[in-house]
């Protein structure tokens, strides 16, 4: 199966809230990651939650970590058109450098 | 600081055909990454190079060779261009630090008649 797992399609309504859902398969991952990648463009990171981390909070960005159930999850609060893109949910293992990175989540934000 | 830079951009390859698809970063990091772009199928690793001097295969190698010239430039080859080599090729290169950050380029939109 896959090392990380993500939906493919999100919509929602201009001013909602967004919840991007991960599930990662790795309980030595040190780091998880949020990035993000416009159309016609390369990916950026957006945010990120170290392992011995339950929560992360930057500005109308939560992350929320489960490593019981290995789920990550990214809640985008008031989300606006300008947030229509791909998000990737990635993973880095304990003892690599190499991230492994989920199928991305297209987000259709409508107004 | 221009990060990753790829070129072309775009490229139209007929059937056995062969192009090289260039990579530099200009933030000193020692590895570096080819990844494949395709609908549904997310990112998908296709090289990768530790350090200079190194490379190794990931995910999806077949059909491809690299070549990692210096500490800044990491090159793919298609040596007989397939149609299944259609896709958006992704370079990108991890910093040092605890974070590692994945740092990516443009892009490159390969088509393959």
């Known amino acids: 199966g896959e090392d990380v797992e993500q939906s493919l399609f999100l919509s929602v309504r201009e001013g909602d809230s967004s919840v991007i859902n991960c599930t990662y398969t790795d309980s030595s991952s040190t780091y998880l990651y949020w990035y993000k990648q416009e159309p016609g463009a390369g990916l950026q990171l957006l945010t990120y939650i170290f392992s011995n981390m339950d929560m992360k909070q930057d500005q109308r960005l939560t992350v929320l970590l489960n490593k019981k159930d290995k789920h990550l999850s990214l809640r985008i609060a008031d989300t606006q058109t300008g947030d229509s893109a791909i998000y990737f949910c990635?993973?880095?293992?304990?003892?690599?450098?190499?991230?492994?990175f989920g199928r991305g989540t297209s987000l259709i934000v409508h107004p | 600081n221009a990060g990753v830079t790829q070129t072309p951009k775009f490229q139209v390859l007929k059937t056995g055909q062969s192009m090289t698809l260039q990579c530099a970063q200009d933030m000193n990091h020692n590895s570096m990454y080819w990844y494949r772009q395709d609908p549904g199928m997310g990112l998908r690793l296709i090289y990768y190079?530790?350090?200079?001097?190194?490379?190794d295969k990931g995910e999806v190698p077949n059909g491809y060779n690299v070549s990692r010239l210096n500490k800044r430039e990491f090159s793919l080859r298609l040596e007989s261009a397939a149609p299944s080599q259609t896709s958006v090729y992704f370079c990108?290169?991890?910093?040092?630090?605890?974070?590692?950050?994945?740092?990516f380029g443009q892009g490159t939109r390969l088509t393959v008649v």
């Open positions: 990635a993973e880095r293992r304990g003892g690599s450098y190499i991230p492994t």
């Open positions: 190079s530790a350090s200079e001097g190194t490379t």
């Open positions: 990108a290169s991890t910093g040092q630090g605890d974070l590692m950050e994945a740092f």
